[in-house]
């Protein structure tokens, strides 16, 4: 069973984080990392740019930010720690309203979207952005 610690530095109003844990788990199970660890971090706009501009050098905020523990075509020892997923709770909420959907639904697409870059895919082409987005549908069925 993958492990799965949640943090939060943000406001969580509305946000289930047990249910969440539980949805992340299930989702490392699904993309084969079920012997992994994962950090995920709930945080704000404010904290989310402030690392996406230290190390992406992109001054804005994003919804979800990944960092991989170790190159993904790297072999890894079992267990160890896959990475770390850092989602803005309020770039999230704002997304979620737009799209039409709940917090709650847009959080876990997150979690799909940073533990698939975790495990080495990426969405630079339109060809790997297809791919990636049908993965997401895909585990998010599965998942729950």
Do not use: W
Not at 111 to 138: C, F, N, P, W, Y
């Amino acid at each position: 069973m993958p492990v799965v610690d949640i943090r939060a530095v943000c406001d969580r109003a509305g946000v289930d984080i047990a249910a969440l844990k539980q949805y992340a788990e299930r989702v490392m199970v699904e993309t084969g990392n079920e012997k992994c660890e994962l950090s995920l971090l709930l945080a704000d706009d404010v904290f989310v740019r402030d690392l996406n501009r230290r190390y992406r050098s992109i001054d804005r905020t994003t919804n979800v930010l990944a960092f991989p523990q170790q190159d993904a075509s790297q072999t890894l020892p079992i267990p160890t720690t896959l990475g770390d997923v850092v989602i803005s709770v309020e770039k999230a909420g704002r997304d979620s309203v737009a799209a039409g959907h709940s917090l709650s639904d847009e959080l876990k697409k997150l979690i799909v979207h940073g533990v698939l870059h975790l495990s080495g895919h990426d969405h630079k082409t339109r060809a790997e952005t297809r791919q990636m987005r049908d993965l997401e549908q895909t585990i998010m069925e599965r998942a729950g």
